[in-house]
Structures are given as structure tokens and as C-alpha cells.
């Protein structure tokens, strides 16, 4: 499985922006397929954004579309969330993670996740 670690959370006020990064080893990137899901306290996980392993096919949440933007970088083993327009319902442990199918991806069956990073937003 390809191992993933997250950065980038913090706290931020309603309104701003934050930049999350997940960094990959361990196996060829560009052969997976890379998402963002999202777990609120007390809520269950939930997706948020997922690219195709060479970027050709994006997904994202309703919740968070025109708000959020993924993107990757296959010679840096990278993929990133930029999201703006913060609410305070974006709060939450944001995970990146990865697996070889898309569609398993996008069911939240994916092989491999990060340890996740905390996204506050206050309002």
C-alpha cells in the first residue's frame, strides 16, 4: 500500500482560506487514484474531493464544490485541497487517501489513508 501523510490544517476564521497537502511513498503514484474525505465529531466520514491518477477526472462533493479545489503533482508524489471560503461546518479531521480504482475511491473503499489533519473553522 502506498503510505500517506497529511499537513496543512490549523484553524482559521469563517471566510478564509486553508491549504491541505498530502505527501505519498512506497509505491508509484501516478498508478492511484487520491481523495480527500472528511469526519466530523459525532458524524460519520464523508467524501470530499477525489482526482484520477493523472488528473483527467475530478469529483467533489456538493457541499463543497466551487469552494474546495484538488489538485496533484505526480513528479512530487503530492496532492493538495485548497479550500476556500471557509464555514463552520468544514470543520473536521480531513484524511487523504488513496486506492488503484477510482470507483472503489468514491465508495469510501479505498486501500490506503493518512492519519489525518484538523480542520477548524470558527465562526
Known amino acids: 500500500q502506498v503510505q500517506l501523510v497529511e499537513s496543512g490544517g490549523g484553524l482559521v476564521q469563517a471566510g478564509g482560506s486553508l491549504r491541505l497537502s498530502c505527501a505519498a511513498s512506497g509505491r508509484t503514484f501516478s498508478n492511484y487514484a487520491m481523495g480527500w474525505f472528511r469526519q466530523a465529531p459525532g458524524k460519520e466520514r464523508e467524501f470530499v474531493s477525489a482526482i484520477s491518477n493523472y488528473g483527467s477526472v475530478i469529483d467533489y462533493a456538493d457541499s463543497v464544490k466551487g469552494r474546495f479545489s484538488i489538485s496533484r503533482d505526480n513528479a512530487r508524489n503530492t496532492v493538495s485541497l485548497q479550500m476556500n471560503r471557509l464555514k463552520p461546518e468544514d470543520t473536521a479531521v480531513y484524511y487523504c487517501?488513496?486506492?488503484?480504482?477510482?470507483?472503489?475511491?468514491?465508495?469510501?473503499?479505498?486501500?490506503?489513508w493518512g492519519q489525518g489533519t484538523q480542520v477548524t473553522v470558527s465562526s
Open positions: 487517501a488513496a486506492d488503484l480504482s477510482r470507483a472503489s475511491l468514491l465508495r469510501g473503499d479505498f486501500g490506503s
